[in-house]
């Protein structure tokens, strides 16, 4: 699951709104905005971008903050 929290966060951080990160991505807006929305529906190549435009340092904690969850469980 995306950590929401953890992406808003990064930016506030990164002074980056949803129309400034859209544009970098050339995404429409309300693309991206449905992408937030809909617990990171992002492709390889949008968290690609998004890791390089917002410097994340750990992307599976904000992508995939669940599986990483459970494998930090199971071990």
């Not at 929401?4 to 995404?27: G, P, Q, W, Y």
């Not at 309300?30 to 971008?49: D, H, P």
């Not at 904690?61 to 071990?75: K, M, N, P, R, Y």
Request: no cysteine; proline share 1%; net charge negative.
């Amino acid at each position: 699951m995306f950590d929401l929290k953890k992406f808003k966060a990064l930016m506030v951080i990164k002074d980056e709104t949803t129309a400034s990160l859209a544009r970098k991505m050339n995404l429409d807006e309300s693309t991206l905005y449905r992408k937030i929305k809909a617990n990171g529906a992002f492709t390889r190549e949008e968290m690609g971008q998004l890791i390089e435009i917002l410097d994340i340092t750990d992307p599976m904690s904000i992508f995939f903050a669940d599986e990483l969850a459970e494998t930090q469980e199971v071990g």
